[in-house]
């Protein structure tokens, strides 16, 4: 049975898994599991940031991670939770000193995206092998649209690189997008797509359990 469900932090290492699996040689892969781990953790319990997966059976086959706002989560992941994996961070500079540059520029990651309050970005979005071309990711990709409605943000952002063809080729499904801009990042061409939230709410889901961007806007609003 298919379930599209919030992502809470004991799913953490499931989705680091299939982040390492779906981007092999980036650099957020590059800084390792460990890494990758607490990020994941950071990343379900931030009011800023909200994870949506598809279940199978209680095992993640696929992920999304969707950033409120991109420099408020990397400003509070680095104040809050770097210092955990600090000594990994280290030891994967060392067997890789190229990245440092890579790294600098993801800390940077708002400055690239340039999107205002209201947007959302989408920071990852992967499917296990085994489970591609099987319609997963397209469908992900409407409980997204209907978490982002609910929570009244207008536009939902893809960093997405050049060369990838399978991920253009569905986002180039929704209605009304568009390309922002291109430019470089992590050595790689991209595109930076955004996708109006109102025209694909027609076909939108709302995923089950527990969304804590949900909770905390309706305690205290949209400021």
Known sequence: MIEFRYLQPADAEAAADIHIEGQPGTTLTLLGRHFLIEFYRAFYVSRWAEGIGVFEDDLLVAHAAIAISSAKFFSEFKTRYLWRVAVPVALSILRQPKIVK???????????????????????????????????????????????????????????????????????????????????????????????IADNLADARMPSGQSHTLSYISVNGKG
Not at 115 to 138: A, K, N, Q, T
Request: charged share 20%; aromatic share 16%.
């Open 102 to 196: 890579y790294i600098v520029q993801g800390w940077s990651y708002a400055d690239q995206t340039h999107s205002p309050d209201g947007e959302c970005d989408v920071v990852f979005l992967g499917v296990r092998r085994d489970y591609m071309r099987h319609g997963v990711g397209p469908e992900l990709v409407r409980y997204m649209f209907g978490w982002a409605g609910a929570i009244g943000l207008k536009s939902s952002n893809f960093m997405i690189e050049k060369r990838n063809r399978p991920m253009r080729w569905m986002i180039g499904q929704l209605h009304g997008l568009y390309i922002a801009h291109e430019f470089e990042a992590f050595g790689r061409a991209m595109l930076f797509y955004k996708v109006p």
